[in-house]
């Protein structure tokens, strides 16, 4: 599979929002920042950068639904789209993920993530409100000692 670009919303998760606006469950989306990445590429450099991002990227993949939808939205950054899935449930696959990674990538070079998660039902979501409420979440999970999850309570709230 491969990774989806900033486009997602346009192509991707448009359906995904007007089956959540129908009524019809939940969506959740969360960003996954790889922490302190800079440092990885100004010490062992980009191509090693990269390999770490393939790996992060395809730890993300293997641990999602085929329905779910994971772009690179730039840098280093992942965004998640889960639909039929509130938050909650989104945390416990996220908080997985993050568990993983150090893990995985030790191979190489472990890291670690910071991710921030947002849902929303009804007729008002969007993918905007849920991107931003997510990546104000990610901010608060870095300020709090980073490899965490922060949850925003809603798509304009963040609690760490």
């Known amino acids: 599979m491969r990774l989806l670009n900033r486009r997602m919303p346009d192509r991707v ?8 606006r129908s009524g019809e469950g939940a969506l959740s989306v969360f960003v996954i920042d790889i922490d302190r990445f800079k440092q990885v590429n100004d010490r062992y450099g980009h191509d090693v950068g990269d390999v770490v991002l393939k790996q ?3 730890i993300v993949r293997a641990n999602i639904r085929s329905q779910d939808a994971v772009a690179r939205f730039g840098g280093e950054e992942l ?3 889960m639909p039929n899935t509130d938050a909650a449930a989104a ?9 993983i990674i150090p893990r995985e990538t030790g191979r190489s070079l472990a890291v670690t993530v910071s991710i921030g998660v947002a849902g929303d039902r009804g007729s008002e979501v969007s993918f905007k409100r ?8 990610l901010y608060v999970a870095k ?18």
């Not at 945390?91 to 568990?99: H, M, N, Q």
């Not at 849920?130 to 979440?137: G, H, I, N, T, W």
């Not at 300020?143 to 760490?160: C, D, E, H, K, M």
Request: hydrophobic share 55%; net charge positive.
């Open 13 to 20: 998760v448009a359906p995904m929002i007007r089956q959540t």
């Open 143 to 160: 300020q709090n000692g980073r490899n965490q999850i922060a949850l925003a309570s809603s798509p304009f709230a963040v609690t760490a």
């Open 91 to 99: 945390s416990a696959i996220v908080d997985r993920i993050r568990e």
């Open 56 to 58: 992060v990227a395809n």
């Open 130 to 137: 849920l991107f931003k409420a997510a990546d104000e979440a």
């Open 79 to 81: 965004v998640v789209a």
